[in-house]
């Protein structure tokens, strides 16, 4: 049941993704100032930067990329230090190994299918999308972590 509903909500927003990306694209053109302020931090002379990466985040999710992808993308953007290293460290204790659940045969060869952003077999089915959202969600070796600068808000 909590599956069906989650491929049933995946698939209306796949269906509509042209309504919801207008309705976050007033986020690009009205900025909220958080992200305003953390585009001038992050030393972009274009407060639009923020707004507009956000907007290519949720249309990639939208289109289908693995969830463990789009999350790496945006971890690539971080201002943190450490979270910098830790994409680089090898494979068995990088970031990628977490959020992919590289540990696990069946999140691996799925994750493994979908690295090239540009390929066809990059976007997953509605089915697969759910079953990577929720094992990501579920997986222990993420619970089990508090990252430095969460902000669920965002």
Known sequence: AFRDGIERALKQCRDRKGLL???????????????????????????MFLPRQRLHFVHERLRGRHPAAVLLEELAESPVRWVRERLRRPEQDSLEAIAAGLHDDTRRTLYERTRNAQSVSAILTVAEQADALIRQATDPNVLGRAWEGWAPEI
């Open 21 to 47: 990306l207008d309705a976050c694209a007033l986020f690009a053109r009205e900025p909220l100032l958080d992200w305003a302020a953390e585009s001038r931090r992050r030393g972009h002379a274009d407060v």
